[in-house]
């Protein structure tokens, strides 16, 4: 359904591929909503590593084409369906999914998947909430089981997930170590609650994260590149410890002896296999720490539409990350 005569800005992908597959048209009708979906104005919205591999074609969930990238919107309600009885016209919001893309001037979106936006947080934090806080959530406690007092090692701690994590953990009582790849990275991941931080292009790193945790290893390893630190993370773990797969560009050797003696764990993470229970679950942990303050999304590079080619390059090749891409409408 679309409203009758209206036309939006929005990205479209017509062939995977490339970068260059995004094209920015201006003519795109804007959606109507039905039943329980939201049409939002959107103001801002996130840019994901996984949007890249789902624009190449080699993620397991491939969209139909054409199609409109993002998931992560945060705006204003412009319009609701009949069956929505938690939103109104004119409410600030923002979404874990959307229905027709986020790259757009209007989206929409199913009721389940859209959430309040506090008054405290900006569109653009609003936009930076849901795959970075969800993914670290799930990967803390629904997969991994972590506990407070436990010692989490966040691998890759300055990008949108990493400094999710770091607030997560550090809010619920974990000791937080992070790595990053420069000075500015270790400095953000110091300011977001890790308690120690290690630079990752050090030759000595692991043998200083090692010293740091004493005798007992990591509890808990948060890995955003598991195709490059696999090996060594399993090295890392105490007894019982827990390697939880959130990124990976590739395969790694890794030798399955390291795993016996500390009976540790190798656990992947998907965001989208959460059950309706666990995205409940999820959203209230986070909405409290967005009513008590600790969840605070920090935001990197800001891209508006028409450099989206731009965005899907730099994320991919951004080793240094630092906070959430977002695009800005």
């Known amino acids: 359904m679309a409203s009758v005569g209206k036309v939006m800005r929005a990205i479209r992908v017509l062939e995977f591929g490339k970068p260059e597959v ?4 201006t003519d795109v009708p804007v959606p109507s909503p039905v039943e329980n979906q939201v049409l939002i104005r959107v103001h801002a919205c996130g840019i994901n590593p996984v949007d890249t591999y789902i624009r190449a074609g080699v993620y397991a969930r491939k969209p139909n084409l054409p199609y409109t990238p993002g998931s992560d919107v945060s705006g204003v309600v412009e319009e609701v ?3 929505v009885t938690c939103f109104k016209k004119g409410d600030r ?3 874990r999914s959307t229905i027709t893309g986020g790259y757009a001037e209007y989206t929409l979106a199913a009721e389940e998947t859209v959430y309040p936006l506090p008054g405290k947080l900006s569109f653009k934090q609003g936009a930076a909430i849901s795959v970075p806080y969800f993914t670290a959530y799930r990967a803390l406690f629904q997969k991994a089981h972590g506990k407070p007092g436990e010692v989490v090692l966040v691998h890759g701690a300055s990008g949108g997930v990493g400094i999710a994590a770091c607030q997560i953990a550090r809010a619920h009582g974990f000791r937080v170590f992070g790595t990053a790849g420069s000075q500015e990275g270790l400095n953000l991941v110091l300011q977001n609650g890790a308690h120690q931080v290690f630079n990752h292009r050090d030759q000595d790193y692991i043998e200083k994260i090692q010293e740091a945790a004493g005798g007992g290893g990591i509890n808990v390893i948060l890995e955003m590149l598991s195709n490059v630190n696999l090996s ?3 090295k890392l773990l105490s007894v019982g410890g827990r390697v939880v797969i959130i990124g990976c560009r590739g395969s790694i050797e890794i030798n399955p002896r390291d795993t016996m003696a500390k009976e540790s764990s190798i656990i992947g993470v998907s965001l989208f296999s959460s059950s309706k229970e666990e995205w409940a679950e999820a959203g209230a942990a986070l909405f ?5 303050g600790w969840l605070q999304p920090l935001i990197g590079p800001e891209y508006s539409l028409d450099k989206a080619v731009q965005a899907h390059e730099d994320i991919i090749q951004n ?3 630092t906070g959430k891409m977002i695009f800005v409408l």
């Open 22 to 25: 995004l094209k920015l048209l």
């Open 81 to 83: 369906g009949n069956n």
């Open 93 to 95: 919001v923002f979404t």
């Open 232 to 234: 060594n993370d399993l």
């Open 288 to 292: 409290g720490g967005m009513e008590t």
């Open 319 to 321: 080793t240094g990350a």
